[in-house]
């Protein structure tokens, strides 16, 4: 089967399709036949060699595809061969069959295309369990920064969806304008003195959480920008990982700071975030709170443009990459 490596570290050009044995589901695990696989940033790290995957996986990229179930290991008793999926991944997305654990497949959201479902479930997982950590509430201010990526444009209207008032970073006027069709109340240019534009924006009162991508780059704004109380949850090192913290500012404000990595997660743990999403994020696209992400369709074997696109000025929402 054919999948996309990167055997050596680099750019676009460094990714390759590299032809594989079809795996084999273990026990409690399924096969699955990918029809597209999610793009995340991650895959843009993991091909310029910052971010492996962890022990035991394969080297091949793909944190998320969807697929048709097409092969059950012992003991899988909740899925049947034909049905639609989506699945999330600690790697080898981009295969043409991937297994994973049980727990790990959702169905689809009900009426969305199966393609363009390919990439919701990473971006689902990854803030649902993050505002869960922190306990994002109905009438708090939420912060995500880069509100027109895939991230940010998920957690924007998730945020909404849960009664939030909504600020968001980007960093030009196409996508501020994009954040704000997505709901957020306040699209802040990231060039400019966005903490002073938070102040002013919630009457002073600052941010309730923050859920920030930039890592150290952005600590001694955030956590000015942080209300009493405030909860900051780190799920991004875009701006480096070393940063300088005055805990005097976060004790003041009895302020908090977390960071997660979904990929890691045990077994367990991702189980109960996917069936979380499915129970909680399924209803709202159902209903209309959340819209798809806009998504633009890569055919599986142009990879390479695929990662050239995540990574230019124009790029917002999401690609998938789908199988011919
Ligand atoms: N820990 C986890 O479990 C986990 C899971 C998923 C994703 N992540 C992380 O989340 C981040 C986003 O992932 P993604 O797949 O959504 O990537 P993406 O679609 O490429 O989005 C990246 C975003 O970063 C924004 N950005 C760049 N420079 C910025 C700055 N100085 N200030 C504010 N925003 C800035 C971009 O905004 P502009 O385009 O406007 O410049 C863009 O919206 C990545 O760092 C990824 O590694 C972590």
Known sequence: MRTI????PGGPEALQIVETDRPVPGPGEVLVRVVASGVNRADV???EGHYPPPPGFPDILGLEAAGVVEELGEGVSDWQPGQECLVLLAAAGYSEYVTAPAGQLVPPPPGMDLVDAAGILEVAATVVSNMDLV????????LVHGGAGGIGSFAIQYAKALGCTVLTTAGSAEKLDYCRTLGADHALDYHEDWVAAVKEATDGHGVDVILDIMGAKYLPQNVRALA????QVTIGMQGGRKGELDMGILLNKRASIHATSLRGRPVAQKAAICARVAEVVWPMLADGRIQPLHTERVPFGDVRRAHEMISAPGHRGKIVLVMD
């Open 228 to 231: 009493k109380d405030g909860r």
């Open 45 to 47: 790290l993991q091909r």
């Open 5 to 8: 490596q990167a055997p050596e």
């Open 135 to 142: 306990h994002l509430s109905p009438g708090e201010v939420f």
